[in-house]
């Protein structure tokens, strides 16, 4: 065995160093026990839920199912707090100056990923806010009207390389539907007129008489009626996977189509200042409830697939559809005024 022997000196400099290392790491140690202190104790108080929607909508009927069942494990009432307005970015801001460790927020990641390239908004998307905890996912359904006479997904590119093209309805300039169109047309070079709604009741209502040929949706109960009567065909859909009521129907991604192949992705947020021990476990209650059968099915019946995840894979998601997003709004010049 070799040894190395140090003079004096040598020493007497080592022991210094070690001694400034242990200093310069003891605020950390004690932030760190101040930290798993905090974590222990909470929550102390109720916690409050932003939902940047209206009252009743998928978002908030979501959050209170998911608030009730939390606060029972976890000792304290959660209030949900509805903070609707352009385009959820209000309720976003309010939990972005939240400071009190006890404030979340519920609701889809379009706020964080979207938005703020369309619209001025009074948070940094990937500074101010912390994705926790996914919570599920609504695929986007790629329906052909009666207009439409092609069978399937290939003849809807086939059209799109004629002179005539495919019109395909949204439901409003700027949305994720709106961004999907965008990437269709830049992967296939094709023609696919954007026809832009405000909302869903008139758009559900043209798309029963045939006033264009595709139409971009998430399942909602008034669109799947649509398909039981036979007026709207799905010929594609989206996510990581196949929808189950619909196994015989590739995604887009399965079509070769990955950029296009966006979901509607909702989970839990958190303002950047919260504690990583409070997180960590906040993720875990999120989780455990999520994998639950009987919250899957609840969700399921919600026209939602349940997707929880660890907390990186959350965050991760979030900055790559923002970046993705960002691409696409800009070659596009998709501007909301």
Do not use: C
């Amino acid at each position: 065995m070799n040894i190395t022997h140090r003079n004096p000196i040598q020493r007497r400099h080592l022991l210094l160093a070690g001694a400034s290392l242990a200093a310069a790491g003891l605020p950390s140690l004690a932030s760190a026990a101040k930290a798993n202190a905090a974590a222990s104790t909470w929550p102390s108080k109720p916690i409050r839920l932003i939902v940047p929607y209206p009252a009743g909508g998928i978002n908030d009927v979501v959050a209170r199912m998911l608030g009730d069942q939390m606060g029972q494990t976890l000792g304290q009432p959660f209030v949900v707090d509805n903070k609707p307005g352009a385009g959820a970015t209000i309720g976003m801001a309010e939990l972005a100056k939240a400071d009190d460790q006890h404030t979340f927020a519920f609701g889809a990641i379009s706020p964080l990923t979207l938005n703020p390239y369309l619209m001025k908004v009074a948070y940094d998307p990937m500074h101010d806010i912390i994705p926790v905890a996914s919570v599920m996912y609504a695929p986007v359904y790629v329906l052909a009207t009666t207009a439409f006479r092609g069978r399937s997904f290939a003849d809807v590119l086939a059209q799109a390389q004629t002179r005539q093209g495919v019109s395909v309805a949204t439901s409003g300039y700027g949305t994720l539907a709106h961004i999907m169109v965008e990437q269709l047309i830049r992967a296939t070079g094709g023609k696919f007129v954007h026809v832009p709604y405000k909302g869903g009741s008139q758009l559900v209502t043209d798309a029963a008489g045939a006033q264009f040929d595709l139409l971009l949706a998430n399942p909602f109960a008034p669109i799947n009626a649509l398909i039981e009567q036979g007026k709207l065909r799905v010929l594609a859909t989206t996510g990581p996977q196949r929808v189950p009521a619909f196994k015989d129907t590739p995604t887009l991604g399965e079509l070769g189509f990955d950029k296009a192949n966006q979901t509607s992705l909702f989970g839990f947020y958190a303002p950047r200042n919260t504690e990583p021990a409070v997180i960590e476990r906040f993720h875990a209650e999120v989780n455990r409830i999520v994998l639950s059968p009987e919250m899957r099915q609840r969700l399921r019946k919600l026209d939602n697939v349940p997707r929880a995840s660890k907390q990186e894979d959350f965050a991760t998601a979030v900055r790559k559809d923002y970046a993705l997003n960002g691409v696409v709004i800009e070659q596009a010049h998709i501007r909301v005024e």
